[in-house]
C-alpha cells in the first residue's frame, strides 16, 4: 500500500491549463499509474493511464488536450491539461494499482488489481 497526495487543482477560464501533480510514498515500479475524475452527479470516469514502459492510454474526452507523464526515480504522476473546457470539472484523484507488470490495459479493458487511491485535487473550469 502506498500514500499518494495530489496538488495543482484549482480555478482556470475555459481553454485555461493546469499541471496536476502526485507524490506516492512507496515505489512505482511495475505499477499501473493513472489519473481519474468525478463531477459531481456523475460516474467516476477514468482519464489517462500510463504503464511503467511508458505506454499510455486517454480517454477520448482528453486526447489532444491532456499529458500524462511519470518519473519513476522520484515517484511522481503529473497531468498536464491544457484547452480546458467546463465539462473538465471535477475532482481529480490520482491511482497506483498494482496489476500484472503493471499494465493498464489489457485486451482493451481496465487491468484488475489492487488499487490506492490520493485524496483527490478540484478542477473547476469557467465558462
Known amino acids: 500500500q502506498v500514500h499518494l497526495v495530489e496538488s495543482g487543482g484549482g480555478s482556470v477560464e475555459a481553454g485555461g491549463s493546469l499541471r496536476l501533480s502526485c507524490v506516492s510514498s512507496?515505489?512505482?515500479?511495475?505499477?499501473?499509474m493513472s489519473w481519474a475524475r468525478q463531477a459531481p452527479g456523475k460516474e467516476r470516469e477514468g482519464v489517462a493511464y500510463?504503464?511503467?514502459?511508458?505506454?499510455?492510454t486517454y480517454a477520448d474526452s482528453v486526447k489532444g488536450r491532456f499529458t500524462i507523464s511519470r518519473d519513476n526515480a522520484k515517484n511522481t504522476l503529473s497531468l498536464q491539461m491544457n484547452n480546458l473546457k467546463p465539462e473538465d470539472t471535477a475532482m481529480y484523484y490520482c491511482?497506483?494499482?498494482?496489476?500484472?507488470?503493471?499494465?493498464?490495459?489489457?485486451?482493451?479493458?481496465?487491468?484488475?488489481?489492487?488499487?490506492?487511491w490520493g485524496q483527490g485535487t478540484e478542477v473547476t473550469v469557467s465558462s
Open positions: 491511482i497506483a494499482r498494482r496489476t500484472p507488470a503493471g499494465i493498464c490495459y489489457i485486451s482493451g479493458r481496465e487491468a484488475l488489481g489492487v488499487a490506492d
Open positions: 512507496g515505489t512505482m515500479d511495475n505499477v499501473c
Open positions: 500510463i504503464d511503467p514502459d511508458g505506454t499510455i
